[in-house]
């Protein structure tokens, strides 16, 4: 009907003998709707995915706060941001992963919960003033701009040095006799980054992945935001297993051992002067409780060279390999055992079905007994003169 319409007023003709030109105006807006109703229907078929495309649209639409949504936001952003650059100890009490995490780490009363929130807050987490990258920016979502003067930065770094003086002084008393190259690797074993992020989530640190404006519509109190660590949030850049790299970009795992190493920091910081071994307590507890094989980090290329001039260095006598003993020398499966004599002390043994391979192990049990010696507590420091050079 609509349609017929149409076309009778498009053709100047008057749709009926006794109407008027008045009623024509009238119903031809009636008779448009009409004809874009049909044309509605009768392309729906065609434009299925165009229809969901604008209910996307529609609903996207929805989503935009009114005015005063927007303030409120805006009030919770600034208090949000106020809380974080000012770290109020009556704000940061109330958090409830803060009082568990000073709990079960028992943390000296003398750590304020506002310190230990300090140490949850990398400088990462810093919003620039400009950011000219849209990526970039997108990446702040989970984080608002922070008080350089209240982060983790040189808690930090202080951390980091009390870590590397009480490990390497630790290892060193223990194996006094150890190589420049496997102190180093056994430090880092237990003070890398790897580790120190694990130790951090044994901990039960919890990582701020929530945005603001999540925070916001959950109406989530300021202090769960100082109870959890915040830096820079570059899973934004992942997708699929894909990562963009750039030159600023922070892993959660450097973001966890910086956690780690200013609470160590914020602890010597606060006992120092009424009890200076309670830092170190604490790393032995946490950090060099951890069993670590020495014995695993040694490769020796010429065993039975550096044997040799590790026995001149020391003025003993020249070492010799010995047969001791040896079972199915013209079998399929011959076992030789050979130890290593410097006069008449033995210094290493070693077996297998090569009587190559037997010097070999033989000399290298001989050096790792050297290396991994560990004096008594009743005996002086021992000081080793250096790595043998071959």
């Not at 979502?141 to 008080?147: A, D, I, L, R, S």
């Not at 180093?184 to 694990?198: F, G, M, R």
């Not at 399929?332 to 210094?347: A, D, Y």
């Not at 004096?375 to 003169?385: F, G, R, S, T």
Request: charged share 20%; aromatic share 10%; glycine share 4%.
């Amino acid at each position: 009907m609509g349609i017929v319409l149409n076309r009778t007023i498009a053709a100047g003709m008057k749709p009926f003998p006794n109407s008027t030109w008045h009623w024509s105006r009238t119903i031809r807006p009636f008779s448009q709707h009409l004809s874009s109703t049909c044309f509605l229907q009768q392309s729906s078929r065609f434009t299925s995915k165009r229809y969901l495309h604008l209910s996307t649209l529609t609903q996207q639409e929805k989503r935009f706060l009114p005015e005063s949504e927007l303030a409120k936001y805006k009030e919770y952003y600034q208090g949000l941001k106020s809380t974080v650059n000012e770290i109020p100890e009556s704000v940061a009490s109330k958090s409830p992963s803060l009082r568990t995490l000073h709990k079960r780490l028992q943390l000296p009363n003398e750590l304020t919960y506002s310190t230990l929130s300090r140490c949850l807050t990398c400088p990462s987490a810093k919003l620039p003033d400009k950011i000219n990258n849209p990526t970039k920016g997108a990446a702040f979502v989970n984080t608002v701009p922070t008080n350089k003067y209240l982060d983790n930065h040189g808690l930090n770094i202080m951390g980091k040095n009390l870590l590397s003086y009480h490990v390497t002084k630790s290892i060193i008393q223990k194996y006094p006799r150890l190589p420049t190259v496997v102190l180093n690797a056994a430090v880092n074993a237990y003070i890398s980054e790897a580790v120190l992020a694990h130790i951090a989530k044994y901990w039960g640190i919890e990582v701020e992945t929530t945005s603001v404006l999540s925070r916001y519509l959950k109406m989530e109190p300021f202090e769960f935001t100082l109870g959890r660590l915040k830096f820079f949030n570059n899973s934004l850049n992942s997708k699929d297993g894909i990562e963009l790299i750039t030159g600023k970009n922070f892993s959660e795992t450097s973001a966890l051992a910086m956690s780690v190493r200013s609470i160590i920091a914020a602890i010597w910081a606060v006992t120092e002067q009424k009890d200076s071994q309670a830092v170190y307590r604490f790393i032995d507890d946490h950090i060099m409780s951890r069993k670590l094989d020495i014995t695993k980090m040694f490769q020796f290329e010429q065993p039975t060279r550096e044997l040799a001039m590790l026995c001149r260095r020391e003025g003993l006598e020249k070492p010799v390999s010995k047969l001791v003993a040896e079972s199915g020398r013209l079998s399929k499966s011959p076992v030789f055992i050979v130890h290593v004599f410097s006069g008449e002390e033995t210094l290493g043994e070693g077996y297998g079905s090569s009587l190559k391979e037997v010097k070999a192990r033989a000399a290298t049990d001989a050096l790792m007994k050297w290396y991994c010696y560990e004096p008594l507590a009743q005996q002086e420091p021992v000081i080793d003169p250096g790595t043998v050079v071959v």
